[in-house]
T-cell receptor, first 114, second 112 residues
Framework: KQEVTQIPAALSVPEGENLVLNCSFTDSAIYNLQWFRQDPGKGLTSLLLIQSSQREQTSGRLNASLDKSSGRSTLYIAASQPGDSATYLCAVRPEIQGAQKLVFGQGTRLTINP | DTEVTQTPKHLVMGMTNKKSLKCEQHMGHRAMYWYKQKAKKPPELMFVYSYEKLSINESVPSRFSPECPNSSLLNLHLHALQPEDSALYLC???????????FGPGTRLTVL
């Protein structure tokens, strides 16, 4: 059974720092991995999707990497801003034929201090 | 347009009420999802519709009844809910069931 872990559960850093959020998964047989952010009481916003054949994806100040063989993904945020404060969730889609479910981690709650 | 809309934003209902949550997308997506999310937890999948057919029901109690009237709309009918059903209900859609998922803003449901 696929399990996804995000460490740390919470992170607080001063504005302007570069930071890395970690995601690990137990079964390397994945179709893709998706990173989301969620503001309190709101829906999830898709940040980046990495297909299993890809090593990384970039969008603005965000860069996500994927090492499928070791079961790890990282989300790199450059020059952090207070507006980046949110909970960040990673989710994997298993490579089982017909797999339609995302398996979510518990999330990392990020606070950027001005 | 990568928008999924949900109505209402907030809903308070008694345990004997019948209500419905609505979700709409106009991205031509053929897979739509209902999730339930409790505070400080990740979303839990409830139902998946693929090409307007129910393809996954995650053993959800029958007091939750999904409906997909057409490829753009998804409803969740609620009846005889319990206080523990209070949560944020999220709708999502994707081009097909293996592609990037886009979420709506959610409906905050309170059951009294």
């Amino acid at each position: 059974k696929q399990e996804v872990t995000q460490i740390p559960a919470a992170l607080s850093v001063p504005e302007g720092e570069n930071l890395v959020l970690n995601c690990s998964f137990t079964d390397s047989a994945i179709y893709n991995l998706q990173w989301f952010r969620q503001d309190p009481g709101k829906g999830l916003t898709s940040l980046l999707l990495i297909q299993s054949s890809q090593r990384e994806q970039t969008s603005g100040r965000l860069n996500a990497s994927l090492d499928k063989s070791s079961g790890r993904s990282t989300l790199y945020i450059a020059a952090s801003q207070p507006g980046d404060s949110a909970t960040y969730l990673c989710a994997v889609r298993p490579e089982i034929q017909g797999a339609q479910k995302l398996v979510f981690g518990q999330g990392t709650r990020l606070t950027i201090n001005p | 347009d990568t928008e999924v809309t949900q109505t209402p934003k907030h809903l308070v209902m008694g345990m004997t009420n019948k209500k419905s949550l609505k979700c709409e997308q106009h991205m031509g997506h053929r897979a739509m999802y209902w999730y339930k999310q409790k505070a400080k937890k990740p979303p839990e999948l409830m139902f998946v519709y693929s090409y307007e057919k129910l393809s996954i029901n995650e053993s959800v109690p029958s007091r939750f009844s999904p409906e997909c009237p057409n490829s753009s709309l998804l409803n969740l009918h609620l009846h005889a809910l319990q206080p523990e059903d209070s949560a944020l209900y999220l709708c999502a859609s994707s081009q097909d069931a293996r592609r990037e998922q886009f979420f709506g803003p959610g409906t905050r449901l309170t059951v009294l």
